[in-house]
């Protein structure tokens, strides 16, 4: 089993930054990627990054490139997802998941996915 916890989140204004921090426990070998979805309002959950842990390798959502960035620390366990020129757009319920095959989560498809965070609220607001 592999447990989740997200932290980081809060209120921000349209332009600023924030990092949301994943950090992971249980058997975190059998994880090959981790990554972030978002889910706002009335929405689907959508995929925003996945980070491989086998080769380093990432994937991001078109309306995320550039201003989002998924890295991992010098811990093992932890995954930070750092968050430039926020937009009310991002605003949404941010949920760490992990995919033993990977497949899923450098696909950035909900199914499949293996575990999830319980997930964090991000909203961007004037």
């Known amino acids: 089993q592999v447990q989740l916890v997200e932290s980081g989140g809060g209120l921000v204004q349209p332009g600023g930054s924030l990092r949301l921090f994943c950090t992971a426990s249980?058997?975190?070998?059998?994880?090959?990627?981790i990554g972030w979805f978002r889910q706002a309002p009335g929405k689907e959950r959508e995929g925003v990054a996945c980070?491989?842990?086998?080769?380093?390798?990432?994937t991001y959502a078109d309306s995320v490139r550039g201003r989002f960035t998924i890295a991992s620390s010098n811990r093992k366990n932890l995954v930070y997802l750092q968050m430039n020129n926020l937009r009310e757009g991002d605003t949404a319920k941010y949920y760490c998941?992990?995919?033993?095959?990977?497949?899923?989560?450098?696909?950035?498809?909900?199914?499949?996915?293996?575990?999830w965070g319980r997930g964090i609220q991000v909203t961007v607001s004037s």
């Open positions: 249980g058997a975190i070998d059998e994880l090959s990627a």
């Open positions: 998941a992990s995919d033993n095959a990977a497949i899923s989560c450098m696909g950035l498809r909900s199914a499949g996915i293996d575990y």
């Open positions: 980070l491989s842990r086998h080769d380093g390798f990432t």
